[in-house]
């Protein structure tokens, strides 16, 4: 069972892009509902809560965990790592990363929340990974973008708020849709970008990756272990809110404990 981790339901457009590369296995979908949104929440809250929901998927046997939420693997991603040496943890920044060097992009901007630019992650990555890369990325906040969508916000109030939150990008060969929810709106940005601007979307790009790694990595493959016992399952969905059923799905609310339970 693979794990997918995010504050709220748009890291289902993850699951998608997964479950495309890998039809096979089974995945076990937690969403934050009760702490959503994490775009605002502190670096420590987002640790710490993070954290525990990780541990919370790991004790449900999930051996490998994909944070898609980029608010909470920003802050979780590296230490989490080395505290279960044997089971992974995944985020959608590293492929996202990987991919402006994949391509070339050398004037890239990253549209994220809040707390996700004021990590500075995709600076701190592409540093460590590629030093002698000289790029420009430019963050741009939309966390309000974020809030919109989630109220189900009409175009044209979204495409306001995406120019002013985009303007003076005239000179970005790319746009990395860093936050679960921008897929959502790919084609709104495409409006108020030059169309030549590539965007990137690291959800699908880290699907992509998965299915490299799981090659590389059999032991993490958890549907090539599959026993009697643990034969292919449907995904199971658990929401740490106050929720039976969203969208048509069948949910199952967990009570997931944290040290710190603020923003
Ligand atoms: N999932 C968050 C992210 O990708 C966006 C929504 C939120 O703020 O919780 O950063």
Request: charged share 20%; hydrophobic share 40%.
């Amino acid at each position: 069972m693979i794990g997918v981790f995010d504050s709220g339901m748009w890291g289902l457009i993850s699951l998608e892009y997964l479950q495309a590369e890998l039809p096979q296995q089974s995945f076990l979908y937690l969403w934050d509902t009760k702490y959503l949104p994490y775009g605002n929440k502190s670096p420590e809250f987002l640790q710490e809560r993070t954290f525990a929901c990780l541990e919370w998927m790991f004790g449900q046997w999930c051996k490998l965990v994909i944070l898609a939420c980029n608010s909470a693997s920003a802050y979780a991603i590296r230490s989490r790592q080395e505290t279960y040496p044997d089971r992974k943890v995944l985020s959608v920044t590293v492929p996202g990363v990987e991919a402006i060097v994949e391509w070339d992009y050398h004037q890239a901007v990253l549209l994220a929340t809040q707390a996700t630019v004021e990590s500075d992650i995709y600076h701190k990555v592409l540093r460590r990974a590629y030093p002698s890369y000289t790029s420009q990325l430019q963050c741009r906040v939309g966390t309000d973008l974020v809030q919109m969508i989630e109220q189900w916000a009409d175009e044209q109030q979204i495409l306001q708020q995406l120019a002013i939150v985009m303007q003076w990008c005239d000179d970005a060969d790319c746009v990395i849709l860093w936050c679960t929810h921008y897929p959502l709106i790919a084609t709104l940005i495409q409006q108020v970008i030059w169309p030549d601007v590539h965007i990137i979307n690291p959800a699908r790009e880290s699907a992509h990756k998965l299915w490299y790694y799981l090659k590389k990595h059999p032991e993490m493959d958890v549907h090539n272990q599959i026993s009697w016992k643990s034969k292919r399952r449907e995904n199971q969905y658990f929401v740490t809110g106050d929720m039976t059923e969203y969208a048509g799905i069948q949910v199952t609310q967990v009570i997931i404990e944290s040290p710190i339970s603020g923003s």
